[in-house]
């Protein structure tokens, strides 16, 4: 079945370092992709997404790309804060066919530190 | 739009006891998901409503579990007979049909004793 697979955390960074959160997927399918991230005591914020191979989603910093040839979708950020410290989710959906759920990765511990 | 909301945010019980948890999705979603999150590990995905329709369900869902939503609007989580390994954290998506952006409610989060 479709699965996916991050790098293990926790990853620490001192403030203004660059981030890179890898994420590889195996879909039998053309699946979207999602980042998620969950900050402490709150529920999984949808963070950006790639439909399509070769799409860049982006938001509040973040990027990703969609790789096909290489079936990934690592999460960079030039300059993280004290305040992106919380837990990325990497995520595929495979669609209809697949029964449209998300199929979530173990998650990234990220601390940032002043 | 108020977001998806989950009630309780908590649930204590003993093992043996039965537990309903409450979603309501973002207004105009159709599709209605449930996911179960332990610790340490992503979401794993439970069963999925499409207006009152339930299309699709986990292995993972035993048959003391059971959702459902009567009129396509929110959803009731039902486990019956509980035991120590249902304490997790359960989670509520919703999302618009044809879209497959999945928006989070906050979840609710069971310890059996």
């Known amino acids: 079945g479709d699965s996916v697979t991050q790098m293990e955390g926790p990853v620490t960074l001192s403030e203004e370092a660059f981030l890179t959160i890898n994420c590889t997927y195996t879909?039998?399918?053309?699946?979207?992709l999602f980042w998620y991230v969950q900050y402490p005591g709150e529920g999984l914020q949808l963070l950006l997404k790639a439909t399509k191979a070769d799409d860049k989603g982006s938001n509040k910093g973040f990027e990703a790309t969609y790789r096909k040839e290489t079936t990934s979708f690592h999460l960079e950020k030039g300059s993280v804060q004290v305040s992106d410290s919380a837990v990325y989710f990497c995520?595929?959906?495979?669609?209809?066919?697949?029964?449209?759920?998300?199929?979530f990765g173990a998650g990234t511990i990220l601390r940032v530190k002043s | 739009d108020t977001g998806v909301s989950q009630d309780p945010r908590h649930k204590i019980t003993k093992r043996g006891q039965n537990v309903t948890f409450r979603c309501d999705p973002i207004?105009?979603?159709?599709?209605l998901y449930w996911y179960r999150q332990t610790l340490g590990q992503g979401p794993e995905f439970l069963t999925y409503f499409q207006n009152e329709a339930q299309l699709e369900k986990s292995r993972l869902l035993s048959d003391r579990f059971s959702a459902e939503r009567p009129k396509g609007s929110f959803s009731t989580l039902e486990i019956q007979r509980t035991e120590q390994g249902d304490s997790a954290m359960y989670l509520c998506?919703?999302?618009?049909?044809?879209?497959?952006?999945?928006?989070f409610g906050p979840g609710t989060r069971l310890t059996v004793t």
């Open positions: 879909a039998t399918g053309y699946p979207s």
């Open positions: 995520a595929l959906n495979g669609g209809a066919e697949y029964g449209n759920k998300l199929v």
């Open positions: 207004s105009e979603h159709n599709r």
């Open positions: 998506a919703s999302s618009i049909a044809g879209n497959y952006e999945q928006y």
